[in-house]
């Protein structure tokens, strides 16, 4: 089996983990109190951020060696594109993690639940990355010779 199925299959399982993640763990997250919702989230949150970069450089690296391989670009594309998953969290959702971390709930006024929805919002552009991901990896796929 050709190195790129894997890397389609780890960008295809880096996509179903951000969609449950948007899908089942935040509205079920946003039912709790603030204190209980934010202290559900620190403990999610790392454990999802090492699963989710894990499946990014996984993919990316099956991805390289698929091009190594063959050459096509394609699959360095696609590569690139998983790996974009990172900047993305580290300038995008990181913002947003520390002011999470940095507000102490049960603050009277306290913007937590507003911050707590910004961030479910913000989950699915990892959402979108996957999906770019999985159809750049689909496209050599596809159209092998």
């Known amino acids: 089996m050709p190195p790129g199925l894997y890397a389609f299959a780890v960008a295809a399982a880096f996509l179903g983990a951000t969609i449950y993640i948007s899908l089942v763990e935040q509205p079920a997250r946003l039912r709790l109190n603030d204190r209980a919702m934010v202290q559900e989230w620190k403990l999610s949150n790392r454990r999802g951020t090492l699963v989710l970069s894990v499946l990014a450089v996984l993919s990316a690296m099956i991805a390289f060696i698929q091009f190594r391989i063959n050459g096509d670009v394609r699959w360095?594309?696609?590569?690139?594109?998983?790996?974009?998953?990172?900047?993305?969290?580290?300038?995008?959702?990181?913002?947003?993690?520390?002011?999470?971390?940095?507000?102490?709930?049960?603050?009277?006024?306290?913007?937590?639940?507003?911050l707590m929805r910004d961030w479910g919002l913000l989950e699915w552009g990892h959402a979108l990355i996957g999906l770019a991901a999985c159809c750049a990896f689909a496209w050599p796929l596809e159209m092998q010779p």
């Not at 990172?86 to 002011?99: I, S």
Request: proline content about 15%; cysteine-free; glycine content about 10%.
């Open 76 to 114: 360095t594309i696609g590569g690139i594109t998983i790996l974009a998953s990172g900047p993305y969290a580290y300038f995008v959702m990181m913002p947003v993690n520390v002011w999470l971390f940095a507000i102490p709930p049960g603050k009277p006024a306290s913007p937590i639940r507003k």
